[in-house]
């Protein structure tokens, strides 16, 4: 909520001497696809431009030569080769933008489809760390920017550039004392622009993060409604709003103030100059060195050249703003994804019979470690060792804090295990792929996800060529056939966050019925029937008992009627497997196990209230 | 964290969805309306009703407050212009006076231009300068009025309605469309003032230079109104379709990242790929588009240009010709015309990005223009002084009826009296109105008839602030905004000094727990280390009632089961936050059931059995069915 905590939100932002130019080359592989079109386009404008300048000329002769002279022919002549050069800007002014038009918004969406891309195949690690406001703020406003410069700045920069060029050439061929006043002021142009480029890259750096930041709050503002509603509102996000809102202006005035310096600069400069050329110029002509027209013509060719001039300003900030922006792209796209294992041990084990003997699930000497955890902080998981039997229903059972969550995401390799080794069938996750490990574990989460999609949809991301009949049969495991057949549009109905939202209930249910539908060999179960009604877990249990029979499952249990299901129990305790065998057993043998399967009050129902809260609390993290 | 997006909303919205679960009513219940808020398809089409010219009255809002910054910006630029535009001037008085003065050897008028040139450049940078700075500081007031103005409605909406409009289309409300008025802005201000400006100076210098070229000048401008206005016609509704596309690849790119963990273990990557992509390219063409009707306009505007100008030209030579025009004139006229069509492609962006802005503006106004459900009070009431000697307050629901618009009772017509101090526990099936007679007495939704009072108080007459010191509603989700534990359950009483605020978590319990934590309750929850159980959470969330110490409490209780130490330890500071108060809680639990001084036996929105639990167990209704089902699932 502090601004200050949460703003280091671009986590891996390097202090890096940066390079404007070094930062949007690397935009080069993306605009390579249009890289003909976005040249022809720069190409043509700076043809448009040079007909911008030649205007002038033609009307400098129009009225010296012919009208003065009173040619109708040459009038006409030079109206005509007017209309035919102010045709042909148009024109060309027309072909640059649609040359580019497409394929930028291409180069936009591309970028864009990359980075969902690469985040999709990000580590789970990576996501805990970034808050989705700052991806999304590089997802939307950086690259529609980079769009912005890529279509005009970068144009306008080779456009204006070679027009301030041609237009020297011409001031100087037309008169070269005049021509160099005003070549003077541009060094010390140069080296203004280039220190104002430095600061203004910082500032607009800040801007963006600070955008991203202002984006997360805005965000979580919205998804923590809830909360917020039931105690009126969120008095610290509140502030957290008006104090981001309130820096990012600062920070954008900051910018204002920046640009008003460069601007005061960029006009008043060469301006100063064009005043001394002109009363150089006139002093020659009453000398009688130079024409008056010549003059006006020169004056005129400096007026053309003074918004190419002038934009070099604000070019030079979206050029800025896109460095940044790139960079900031690209700190997400440079993260790297994890190997996957070479080809050859994939096709080694993908060569491994998937038929029996199968071993079941193995895990040998398992150690996890957060990557980003300091080297001395323990394990949260600790050389677990576990066989879960092919066939075989085995509940993990253990107090809060203990690694149950953990150790299920290291199944389908959410989270890479520090050391030891998982093997499904005998077959080590780490020689799979990881979409081959996923394919063959199917896993029901504690916090229930549907996607934006129907409810059929949903149930059927569980198995690749479930059928209909898989698809009713699923449903009916999970006891979720009498609900969805009473929604509006059955199976068709759309639910997630585009869609109808349902219970919490009715969502573990559908979540459960994903991970069935498939018949996966290995089944990986998060407390599947929490949100459950009595009524509803005892029929569900029943219809899943069927499909455990012939499935290895690891289920996370917290009631002693969940951990029915399971033919064996390990007991996780600060990051070990403490102990193994059937409920009973344990029961009788493992006085942590009795406790956390029979809390004493919650077996004699007849003591009415627990303690009050002067008596002992059990802190979760403690009972571990 | 990884909330998901679809993981938000639990249960309380249980009485609005099919659901099989009945208690006691055989297998399948009838199924309630679904409450349309405004026609569902307004919602999928992202389109909210918005009047006609909402989005140029909330520009005009936005500016308001800032007019005489407008003024002073416009008058600055006006200078600049004045600056800038005499130039061509000096330069013709220059020419005209200086160099024959200079042939007399009179520097006078010479030094005079060299002068009036200093202070036109000068005067141009400083002008301009200041004209940044000035409109910088209204465009950023006005941004920061408007994500207020957003931030601020978002949260004053109703629940119905952010379970409709969904998270993503609200992000991109106050991102992506805020960004367009920004780029207006931006450039906007400054381009409109430049241009008009221009147009005028050179308007205005052009009938002083010859009113004929004047005239001519003037009557170009029409073909020119003309393209602008099929533009805007045409590109509007290219606009309007490309935010609404932008903000269905905002939602799904958000749905992915924040259920990233799914996404990966069912192999959704390659489904969701394709499905990305088949938004961002409808984005993509949509995108186009709107850039191909900029480049049309170009390519018009510029074809005007270039026919005026030469045929102005050649008129003008015509009449030099006959003399009835200065050589003079028509020379720095024909310069003059030229500059006049030299704003035309910045005007064209101007109007680019004013069309954006305007399409955005639309659906902000749509979004500002919805009502909250539950108006403020007109006439606010305090809530009474609460007599020391008893705990909590009384509420009465006086002949409360609560329907949807659509029609179909929801709560037929009751009487409730909840004594101060009791813990009333509401037991009944999903979709049995547990949540509607709970979110009634939170003021989430009003009822249609009678009154929900607070110790005789309407709910109605309470301010908001007023409102929540006396009634608090804890949800099932027990969200943890980022930043740390400390300022998460400062959330109950913001100005909570860290004394209050660790007192709060021991009572509750949930201290042992903070301390280990990394950085005890400075620890930042969105950091590693910082993850926290969900019956941690639930301590959190309890821990916020204690602070915020509400005389009414309205607990959805979480049907997520913990471990049972876990459990315990929620129970015990689930008394700890009911005590001296008057609670109501949606029990999923019978240990929750077990702790209420009464029941609530609710099924098709009316109470069917009312009692002490000990009564109810004894008797022969649904409750004492429930219990033993309960108590046998327990075993």
Known sequence: M?????????????????????????????????????????????????????????????????????????????????????????????????????????????????????????????????????????????????????????????????????????????????????????????????????????????????????????????????????FGRHRSQARAFRLLSGELRDTEMHKARLLAGIWLVILALPELFLGAALVLGVSQVADGQLTAGTLVAFMATAMVLRWPVESMGFLLALCNEAATATDRYFEVLDTDIPDEPSGSAAEASRAAPEDPPGDGLRLTDVVFRYPDAPPDTPPVLDGITLHVRPGETMALVGATGSGKTTLLALLPRLHEATSGRITLDGVDTATLSRAEVRERIAMAFEEPTLFSASVGENVLMGGEDADEAALARALRVSQADGFVRALPEGLETEVGEQGLSLSGGQRQRLALARAVVGRPRFLVLDDPLSALDVHTEARVEAALREVLVGTTALVVAHRPSTVQLADRVALLSEGRVAAVGTHTELLRDNAEYRRLMTGESQLSGGRGRPSPSGGPLTAPSRSA | MTTSVTGQDTDHDDERRPDDAPLADGPDEPIEPIEPVGSSDDYTDDRLPTPKGASRRLLLSLLRPHRARVALAAVLLLAQQAAVQAVPLLVAYAIDSGVPALRDDDNGPLIAVAVAYLLCALGAGVLQSSFILVSARVNQSVLLDLRGRIYRHAQALSLDFHDRYTSGRLISRSTSDVQSLRELLNEGLQEMLLILVSVTYIGGLLFYLDVGLGAAALVSLVPLALVVRSYRRRSAEKFNERSTAIAAVIVKFTETVNGIRPVKAFRREKANDASFDRL????????????????????????????????????????????????????????????????????????????????????????????????????????????????????????????????????????????????????????????????????????????????????????????????????????????????????????????????????????????????????????????????????????????????????????????????????????????????????????????????????????????????????????????????????
């Open chain 2, 280 to 635: 961002n390219r409808h984005h993509e063409r949509l995108n186009g588009d709107t850039i191909m009707e900029m480049c049309r306009f170009v390519l018009f505007t510029r074809l005007i240009g270039a026919v005026a100008v030469a045929s102005i030209v050649l008129w003008g030579a015509q009449r030099v010709r006959a003399g009835d025009m200065e050589l003079g004139a028509l020379a720095a006229g024909a310069l003059y015309i030229r500059r006049l069509y030299d704003p035309l492609d910045r005007f064209a962006m101007l109007l680019n990005s004013y069309q954006a802005a305007v399409a955005s503006l639309h659906k902000i106004s749509g979004l500002l223009g919805q009502r909250p459900d539950v108006p403020e009070p007109r006439d606010p009431a305090p809530l009474p002084e609460r007599p020391t000697e008893r705990p909590g307050r009384e509420v009465v629901f006086d002949d409360v009826r609560f329907a949807y618009r659509t029609g179909g009772d929801v709560l037929p017509r009751f009487r409730l009296t909840l004594a101060a101090g009791e813990t009333t526990a509401l037991v009944g099936a999903t979709g049995a109105g547990k949540s509607t007679l709970a979110k009634l007495l939170a003021r989430f939704y009003d009822p249609t008839e009678g009154r929900v009072l607070l110790d005789d108080t309407d709910l109605r007459r309470l301010t908001t602030t007023e409102l929540r010191r006396g009634v608090v509603m804890v949800t099932q989700e027990a969200f943890l905004f980022s930043g740390t534990i400390a300022e998460n359950i400062a959330l109950g009483k913001p100005d909570a000094t860290r004394e209050e605020i660790e007192a709060a978590a021991r009572a509750i319990g949930a201290h042992d727990f903070i301390e280990e934590l990394p950085d005890g309750y400075d620890t930042d929850v969105r950091k590693r280390g910082g993850r926290i159980s969900a019956g941690q959470r639930q301590l959190v969330a309890f821990a916020r009632v204690l602070l915020a110490n509400p005389a009414v409490v309205i607990l959805d209780e979480a049907t997520s089961s913990l471990d049972i130490p876990g459990e315990r330890a929620v129970q015990d500071a689930m008394v700890t936050v009911l005590r001296d108060r008057t609670a109501l809680v949606i029990a999923h639990r019978l240990s929750t059931v077990e702790i209420a001084d009464r029941v609530l036996v609710m099924e098709r929105g009316r109470v069917v059995e009312d009692g002490t639990p000990a009564d109810l167990v004894a008797g022969t209704g649904h409750f004492s069915e429930l219990h033993r089902a309960w108590r046998e699932s327990l075993v």
């Open chain 1, 2 to 230: 502090s601004p200050t905590a949460s703003s280091p939100a671009a986590p891996t932002a390097p202090r890096r001497k940066r390079s404007v130019v070094r930062a949007l080359l690397r935009l080069w592989p993306y605009v390579y696809p249009a890289r003909v079109r976005v040249f022809s386009a720069a190409a043509i404008a700076v043809v448009a431009a040079s007909m911008g300048l030649a205007m002038p000329l033609v009307l400098k002769w129009m009225v010296d030569g012919p009208v003065a002279d009173g040619d109708t022919g040459g009038v006409w002549l030079g109206g005509l080769v007017l209309l035919f050069v102010g045709l042909a800007e148009a024109l060309l002014f027309g072909l640059r933008r649609w040359l580019t038009a497409r394929p930028l918004a291409r180069v936009e969406a591309n970028m864009r489809d990359s980075l969902y891309r690469h985040l999709q195949r990000l580590p789970v690690t990576f996501h805990d760390r970034w808050p989705t406001g700052q991806l999304l703020s590089r997802a939307t406003g950086d690259l529609q920017l980079l769009r912005m410069f890529l279509a005009f700045g970068l144009t306008f920069l080779i456009v204006n550039s070679a027009t301030i060029l041609i237009g020297f050439g011409v001031l100087l061929a037309q008169d070269w004392t005049l021509g160099l006043v005003l070549v003077l002021p541009v060094v010390p142009l140069i080296v203004l622009c280039a220190l104002f480029e430095q600061r203004f890259s910082a500032v607009a750096r800040r801007a963006q993060d600070q955008m991203g930041d202002l984006t997360t709050v805005v965000e979580e503002s919205i998804l923590g409604i809830r909360v917020i509603k039931g």
